[in-house]
């Protein structure tokens, strides 16, 4: 209203000079018009003010009205779970069209747009997503449509939608799941797992399985002891009509990275407690796992000792004097959708297993990468070594004359490409100018 105000007499104003009018404003009028600004603005605020209270005041009513139903999902998830909480759960109410602001700002709590940004066009080099992607945008997006209830361990509340009715089967099993959630916070503390993490994140989804299969095992114990032909109905129909335009729309690289901890990070939780029931998790959070190798292969968890990821290392990060933009790990689960996507169809499974450990590094905006694995054989080295060679050849058609040995492939056109492997490890250099190549080669590629 202020602004309107404001604009109206610069028009005003503006359009006489223009024409050549002469306008004479007095102090008087100018009082006039600060005094009218300011009533329009207590009154804006007092608006604001008011509608607040009355939006309270309504989600305290709907909490009220669900608390009894609350308190017995909470019972049974505390019986399932074999854990009491040690302080009430703190809920909060939102309606759906606040939800994309909600994941906005909880994105902008840990990236910013440059991060995004980078993390973009690093993953576009990599061949995970097209070139120019609007990553931050299409993250809002998605998660808008698939969240239903959310717990958010930085606030410490659990936060459910205020159309979302206790009423229908489908929510309460998706409150059982956010309750889960807030024990693991009591308990746990989940802002010290690595679950945001901005130099790995292939730790970060091996995190994240932990908690989301822990919280997936528990809800499915509670719709299977409220099984019913109402709940059943409830969840089908939730099912079928539930949006998944965005998710469908979505490249495949962030499709999977959403539903891996909910899928993969339950099998690995019920691993677990066939080994040691749900102590065997609880001790889990001590020690989570540190890899997506770990997760798919519960064995490489398991065993004595432990298989952990092989620590990439290099001195100097630099290159002419610049940081990387982007500093991460793409893991076995990048690298099988990756090779998945570049046609490699179920072998890709298979030459991902051999993985050990890598790391990538951009710069220049995303146009100069190197990327350095490492794998448990010479064997399984020069497998992924020939697919990946395969990848490039589609994505970029280089010339014939491009090296093409054993253990090297090399090409200028259309982009300066070097993919060597040496042992059991494999280094690929990406830039749009070849002395770029040269440089990154000669010092991250040894």
Not at 266 to 292: K, M, V
């Amino acid at each position: 209203m202020r602004s309107l105000v404001a604009s109206l007499v610069l028009f005003v104003i503006g359009t006489a000079c223009g024409a050549g009018i002469s306008w004479l404003v007095t102090s008087a009028d100018l009082a006039k018009a600060r005094k009218l600004e300011s009533v329009l603005r207590l009154r804006d605020e007092e608006n604001d003010r008011l509608r607040s209270l009355v939006a309270d005041s309504e989600r305290t009513r709907e909490l009220e009205k669900s608390k009894a139903q609350r308190d017995e999902i909470e019972k049974q998830v505390t019986s399932i779970r074999g854990l009491s909480f040690k302080q009430p759960v703190e809920y909060n109410v939102v309606t759906r069209k606040e939800i994309q602001k909600v994941v906005a700002t909880k994105l902008a709590e840990t990236f910013s747009e440059e991060e995004f940004k980078n993390i973009s066009a690093a993953l576009a080099r990599l061949g995970l997503l097209p070139d120019g992607y609007p990553l931050r945008q299409k993250y809002i997006e998605l998660l808008g449509e698939q969240i239903a209830a959310f717990y958010d361990q930085h606030q410490h509340k659990l936060f459910m939608f205020e159309d979302a009715s206790l009423e229908n089967a489908q929510n309460r099993v998706i409150l059982s799941h956010e309750l889960t959630h807030a024990l693991q916070d009591q308990y746990f503390d989940l802002l010290h797992l690595p679950l945001e993490i901005k130099d790995n994140d292939d730790r970060a989804v091996a995190a994240s399985a932990l908690v989301e299969g822990e919280a997936t095992i528990v809800m499915s114990e509670y719709m299977m002891k409220n099984l019913s032909l109402r709940a059943l109905k409830d969840n089908v129909t939730a099912s079928f009509s539930q949006n998944m335009d965005q998710l469908q729309k979505a490249p495949r690289y962030l499709r999977e990275e959403l539903v891996f901890p909910y899928l993969r990070g339950q099998e690995f939780c019920a691993a677990l407690i066939e080994r040691g029931g749900y102590d065997a998790i609880s001790q889990a959070f001590a020690h989570p796992p540190t890899s997506t190798a770990q997760i798919l292969h519960p064995q490489k968890y398991l065993a004595e000792p432990r298989e952990e990821p092989v620590a990439i290392q290099w001195p100097d990060l630099a290159l002419d004097g610049q940081k990387p933009q982007t500093d991460n790990a793409l893991g076995e689960l990048g690298i099988r959708i990756q090779l998945s996507e570049a046609g490699e169809g179920q072998t890709s499974e298979q030459i991902a297993a051999g993985w050990r450990g890598d790391r990538y590094l951009t710069f220049r905006n995303g146009d100069a990468l190197v990327w350095k694995s490492v794998w448990s054989s010479e064997d399984a080295a020069a497998k992924f070594f020939e697919a990946e060679q395969r990848r490039l050849e589609k994505g970029y058609h280089p010339a014939k004359s491009g090296a093409q040995e054993k253990d090297r492939y090399e090409t200028d056109a259309p982009r300066a490409l070097r993919l060597v492997r040496s042992g059991n490890s494999v280094v690929l250099v990406d830039s749009g100018a070849a002395d770029v190549a040269k440089k990154l080669e000669e010092k991250f590629g040894k």
